[in-house]
């Protein structure tokens, strides 16, 4: 169940039999690569422990609304916001009415009314409670209100806890997960590792100096969210840059070029696809000054030795992933990429004409041709978002149809 990889979920649990199946639901959530966050009513509480759905999700459980110790974790209108999904399972008879009534008096339903994700309920109570008016009135309410993406899940047929039988009983766990996957896409990159490196490095001249460049990373971390959105699990490996990471990357923070060599191959084991999107410095001073270098004559003179190339160790590594780098060029690029790409054996190269003023390195936008071994493709101006959404797209391609497969 890929397509539930990185999406972030909140299971609402309300006080019903079948709130035991929720344990597993969240395991099996949990096991689909989704970040899980439970919220229960009063009444779940005394169905299922709180600690048991904690350990399971591994995160703290959500369950009241007025209480300034968990407003200050996440608040309320922070956990609407942050969730893909909100699915309600069990969703009893009183949580389908309070709903439809568009109250806010527990967080569940509050949540309910502050959050624009998709809803998804699982109906579950007695076979009596489900046929009764009310219940079908509210559930027919629920379906035609506009606006509010909705979906009822279940319930199914058969034997219930009281001992009826009947229309009432909560779909099973693994049904749930199933249906609660089908509202999502499968990405392009689902289930994928992918590591990227981005930004600078920085060559330390003496404990306050260092040389290094205008890299402002943006490209690199466009590149993450786009990953993400493909459905990827994405580490980033970032020089300093003073941009937000995505909040859903594993983000490991280097300084120098051999940080970030010590990092990039750290991950090349647990890695399906790598992108060098760093602008690595190509060399550093020979010796670190232990103290501050004092200023003395004129002209000061310092050796500086090659720094190792990141991209190239990676692809030349015994378990190597699909290997992408970056050129940036000034003239000839074609030339200059194609030899590249041979050079440091890389699947693909992305090439950029450093030369334009209104583009690259400190900008937003960008423009590239992309090159492997048996084509290319150019991508004209656009937003560095836009182009990293084009840009997975092609990865994606041609990390799924290597050559010798097409
Ligand atoms: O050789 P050049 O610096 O032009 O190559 C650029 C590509 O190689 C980029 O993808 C960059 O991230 C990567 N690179 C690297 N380690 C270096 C130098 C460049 O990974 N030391």
């Excluded at 594993?250 to 990039?264: K, P």
């Excluded at 423009?367 to 978002?385: C, E, I, L």
């Excluded at 990293?388 to 990390?399: G, K, M, N, S, V």
Aim: glycine share 6%.
């Amino acid at each position: 169940m890929q397509q539930l990889t990185n999406k972030r979920i909140i299971l609402g649990i309300t006080g019903g039999i079948a709130a035991y199946k929720s344990a597993e639901v969240v395991r099996l959530l949990k096991k689909s690569g989704a970040d899980v966050r439970v919220v229960m009513t009063n009444g779940a509480k005394e169905f299922i422990t709180p600690l048991t759905l904690q350990a399971l999700s591994g995160n703290p459980v959500h369950h009241t609304l007025l209480n300034p110790e968990a407003e200050a974790g996440m608040g309320h209108i922070e956990l609407a916001k942050w969730a893909d999904v909100i699915l309600v399972a069990p969703a009893s008879a009183n949580f389908i009415a309070r709903l439809t009534q568009g109250l806010g008096d527990d967080l569940l339903t509050t949540l309910c009314l502050a959050s624009e994700a998709t809803l998804a309920i699982a109906p579950a109570m007695n076979q009596a409670m489900w046929h009764n008016e009310t219940t079908q009135y509210n559930l027919q309410r629920l379906q035609d209100l506009k606006g509010r993406k909705l979906h009822i899940f279940g319930p199914a047929d058969g034997q219930q806890a009281c001992g009826d039988v009947g229309p009432g009983r909560m779909l099973e766990p693994e049904l749930l997960t199933q249906s609660l996957a089908n509202l999502f896409d499968r990405g392009m990159l689902a289930g994928v590792r992918v590591t990227i490196t981005a930004g600078p490095t920085r060559e330390a001249i003496d404990p306050v100096r260092y040389i290094s460049n205008h890299s402002s990373g943006k490209m690199g971390y466009a590149l993450a969210q786009a990953a993400i959105d493909a459905g990827a699990h994405v580490t980033l490996i970032s020089g300093p840059v003073t941009i937000k990471a995505p909040s859903r990357v594993h983000l490991v923070n280097v300084s120098s070029a051999r940080d970030m060599l010590e990092a990039a191959l750290q991950q090349t084991p647990e890695c399906d696809i790598f992108i060098a999107a760093a602008a690595v410095a190509d060399y550093r001073p020979m010796t670190v000054a232990n103290q501050k270098i004092k200023k003395s004559g004129d002209t000061i003179e310092m050796t500086l030795v090659k720094n190792p190339d990141i991209v190239a160790t990676v692809a030349q590594h015994e378990q190597r992933p699909f290997t992408i780098g970056f050129a940036a060029e000034t003239q000839d690029i074609d030339t200059y990429a194609r030899s590249k790409l041979a050079r440091k054996q890389l699947d693909l190269i992305i090439a950029n004409d450093v030369s334009r003023q209104d583009i690259g390195f400190n900008s937003d936008n960008n423009a590239v041709t992309v090159y492997w071994p048996d084509g290319q493709q150019d991508f004209a101006d656009r937003s560095k978002n836009a182009l990293a959404h084009d840009l997975i797209e092609l990865i994606a391609q041609r990390y799924h149809n290597p050559p010798h497969t097409v």
